[in-house]
């Protein structure tokens, strides 16, 4: 009965748009703010936290140390900001600091 009440607290301020745990992998071209930033939403990404906790501690917070939440489909190149599409991936393969790149790659085979 909590997780329903949860979900329509989610929903109701976003009217027509995804909910956060629809099962949605492709949403087309992103939301960008003024700068030409993708927006991302906090609702998806809170509610993801808590359906999966952190790897490495359990806890139920987006903050993971070593950690990375990331977006299976990029939201680049059309997918959307939604739970089914996101992932836990270690920070040395998430971010470009690392040998193993993911976003670097993904924009290689993505935007062909």
């Not at 009440?5 to 949403?27: K, N, S, W, Y």
């Amino acid at each position: 009965m909590i997780r329903i009440a949860l979900l329509i607290a989610l929903l109701l301020p976003f009217g027509v748009q995804a909910g956060p745990l629809d099962e949605t992998r492709h949403c087309g071209e992103p939301k960008r703010d003024k700068q030409g930033r993708i927006v991302r939403r906090a609702d998806v990404l809170d509610a993801f936290a808590r359906l999966h906790p952190c790897p490495s501690t359990g806890e139920r917070k987006r903050s993971c140390r070593g950690w990375a939440i990331d977006h299976v489909i990029p939201l680049s190149v059309g997918g959307c900001d939604a739970v089914p599409n996101l992932q836990w991936l270690p920070n040395e393969i998430k971010s470009c600091a690392g040998t193993k790149c993911k976003d670097r790659w993904e924009r290689t085979v993505y935007a062909r």
